[in-house]
């Protein structure tokens, strides 16, 4: 069995990060949504 979960920081940012939250209006939600429950980190 092959190791599956090989971890880049680049991607992880690219797909999960602040910036790529802001820009859809979806995103833009999942961010509100985190900030009404007090997150402290909103994203990655």
């Not at 090989?6 to 509100?32: C, E, I, N, S």
């Amino acid at each position: 069995m092959s190791i599956t979960y090989q971890p880049k920081k680049r991607k992880r940012k690219k797909t999960h990060g602040f910036l790529v939250r802001q820009r859809t209006k979806g995103g833009k939600r999942v961010l509100a949504s985190r900030r009404t429950k007090g997150r402290t980190k909103l994203s990655v």
